[in-house]
């Protein structure tokens, strides 16, 4: 078959899908010996993308997600690579298309979290509109969870038939490291002179930055917490509220914003904190808790949406996102607790073993021969 696969996210500054994508044609090249592939790449990725061998053909296409130019150019970049399939790895996919697709659904955030970039009555409207249109034309439908598998029968009516449960992996460059003159190396490269609890990632409202931070204001004044909130990630000025609950918290020389950190950097950031904290209102998949696994660092994390199907019953902390009592009590217990740590080390080291990208990879062209 001739394959087109939707790379636009292809970048680590998409976070989880930008990973999501790379991993996929990375094994994809791997895997498969028989299918063509065009891959449709925004700018500058399109110039630094080597293709993996003769089968894959790249394609640019540097079009914004969630515009007029998508729905248009994009329809007819598709329609004149004429494909035997195509794999849209986001709901973002032009209305008219009505070729044979497979699309992924990572999360139905935006039916929950809006956001402020997608809040107005007329991006709502859009957005259910394009998200309602491919989930009922794919031939077959990806999700990473159990949990969005049950929000898209539920509040898109999919057809559970249709299916498929399919989850991400965790690359293997997070792992344990021992080595403390390179992990001392990387604290002075950060000024990180203190031990620190850690989160990595977007902000957005279903993220609970401010219940974190507030939790983490109590963690400090009631349980003398003596060291830092580490935030990891870009940071985001239509998230004022972020900084604003720092100074209104007076926690400005305990909060650390390290703003983006390389992929190297971010393994050794993982492996120095004390433990990963995932405070989200609402995850798809939760991916910064497996990856946390992998670093050998304890994880204490929501009790809502996929996050415990993910991690698993045993192996992390739960809170109430909603609590920041709640978040600071059970972070402070787990912190008093070096029995417990070990045991969540190594229940999460154990875990993090049933995923795998190359696993993915397999079960998505599974779907893809599935579907010819």
Same mark, same amino acid.
């Given at each position: 078959?001739?394959?087109?696969?939707?790379?636009?996210?292809?970048?680590?500054?998409?976070?989880?899908?930008?990973?999501?994508?790379?991993?996929?044609?990375?094994?994809?090249?791997?895997?498969?010996?028989?299918?063509?592939?065009?891959? /449709?790449?925004?700018?500058?990725?399109?110039?630094? /993308?080597?293709?993996?061998?003769?089968?894959?053909?790249?394609?640019?296409?540097?079009?914004?997600?969630?515009?007029?130019?998508?729905?248009?150019?994009?329809?007819?970049?598709?329609?004149?690579?004429?494909?035997?399939?195509?794999?849209? &790895?986001?709901?973002?996919?032009?209305?008219?298309?009505?070729?044979?697709?497979?699309?992924?659904?990572?999360?139905?955030?935006?039916?929950?979290?809006?956001?402020?970039?997608?809040?107005?009555?007329?991006?709502?409207?859009?957005?259910?509109?394009?998200? +309602?249109?491919?989930?009922?034309?794919?031939?077959?439908?990806?999700?990473?969870?159990?949990?969005?598998?049950?929000?898209?029968?539920?509040?898109?009516?999919?057809?559970?038939?249709?299916?498929?449960?399919?989850?991400?992996?965790?690359?293997?460059?997070?792992? !344990?490291?021992?080595?403390?003159?390179?992990?001392?190396?990387?604290?002075?490269?950060?000024?990180?002179?203190?031990?620190?609890?850690?989160?990595?990632?977007?902000?957005?409202?279903?993220?609970?930055?401010?219940?974190?931070?507030?939790?983490?204001?109590?963690?400090?004044?009631?349980?003398?917490?003596?060291?830092?909130?580490?935030?990891?990630?870009?940071?985001?000025?239509?998230?004022?509220?972020?900084?604003?609950?720092?100074?209104?918290?007076?926690?400005?020389?305990?909060?650390?914003?390290?703003?983006?950190?390389?992929?190297?950097?971010?393994?050794?950031?993982?492996?120095?904190?004390? &433990?990963?904290?995932?405070?989200?209102?609402?995850?798809?998949?939760?991916?910064?808790?497996?990856?946390?696994?992998?670093?050998?660092?304890?994880?204490?994390?929501?009790?809502?949406?996929?996050?415990?199907?993910?991690?698993?019953?045993?192996?992390?902390?739960?809170?109430?996102?909603?609590?920041?009592?709640?978040?600071?009590?059970?972070?402070?217990?787990?912190?008093?607790?070096?029995?417990?740590?070990?045991?969540?080390?190594?229940?999460?080291?154990? !875990?993090?073993?049933?995923?795998?990208?190359?696993?993915?990879?397999?079960?998505?062209?599974?779907?893809? +021969?599935?579907?010819?």
């Amino acid at each position: 078959m001739r394959i087109g696969i939707d790379a636009r996210f292809y970048s680590s500054a998409f976070t989880g899908i930008g990973c999501y994508v790379k991993e996929l044609i990375q094994n994809l090249a791997e895997l498969d010996t028989r299918n063509e592939y065009v891959l /449709f790449l925004r700018d500058p990725f399109f110039e630094s /993308f080597e293709v993996p061998n003769a089968r894959f053909k790249k394609v640019r296409a540097d079009i914004r997600h969630y515009t007029f130019e998508e729905q248009w150019r994009f329809f007819l970049m598709l329609k004149a690579e004429k494909l035997d399939l195509m794999h849209f &790895t986001h709901f973002n996919a032009p209305i008219l298309y009505r070729g044979p697709s497979v699309v992924t659904i990572h999360d139905l955030t935006l039916n929950f979290f809006p956001g402020k970039k997608m809040g107005s009555a007329f991006n709502q409207f859009i957005y259910k509109r394009i998200i +309602n249109s491919i989930t009922h034309r794919a031939k077959k439908i990806i999700s990473v969870s159990e949990h969005t598998k049950k929000d898209l029968i539920k509040i898109l009516h999919a057809d559970p038939n249709k299916i498929r449960v399919i989850h991400n992996g965790v690359s293997q460059r997070f792992h !344990r490291i021992t080595n403390a003159q390179l992990l001392g190396k990387f604290c002075a490269q950060y000024g990180l002179t203190k031990p620190y609890i850690l989160y990595t990632g977007v902000w957005r409202s279903h993220k609970n930055l401010v219940n974190l931070i507030k939790a983490f204001s109590i963690l400090k004044h009631k349980f003398n917490f003596p060291g830092w909130l580490v935030i990891s990630g870009k940071e985001d000025p239509w998230y004022p509220e972020v900084q604003k609950t720092v100074h209104d918290e007076k926690l400005s020389g305990d909060v650390r914003f390290t703003g983006y950190v390389p992929d190297d950097d971010l393994v050794l950031l993982y492996n120095n904190a004390k &433990t990963y904290v995932l405070p989200s209102f609402y995850e798809g998949f939760g991916l910064p808790a497996l990856e946390a696994f992998a670093c050998g660092i304890p994880v204490c994390a929501t009790k809502t949406s996929a996050v415990p199907e993910v991690c698993g019953k045993d192996n992390a902390t739960f809170f109430d996102p909603h609590s920041p009592l709640d978040m600071a009590e059970k972070i402070a217990s787990l912190l008093a607790d070096e029995k417990k740590q070990k045991q969540l080390i190594e229940r999460g080291l154990t !875990r993090v073993k049933d995923f795998s990208w190359q696993k993915m990879a397999r079960e998505t062209l599974d779907i893809y +021969n599935s579907s010819n």
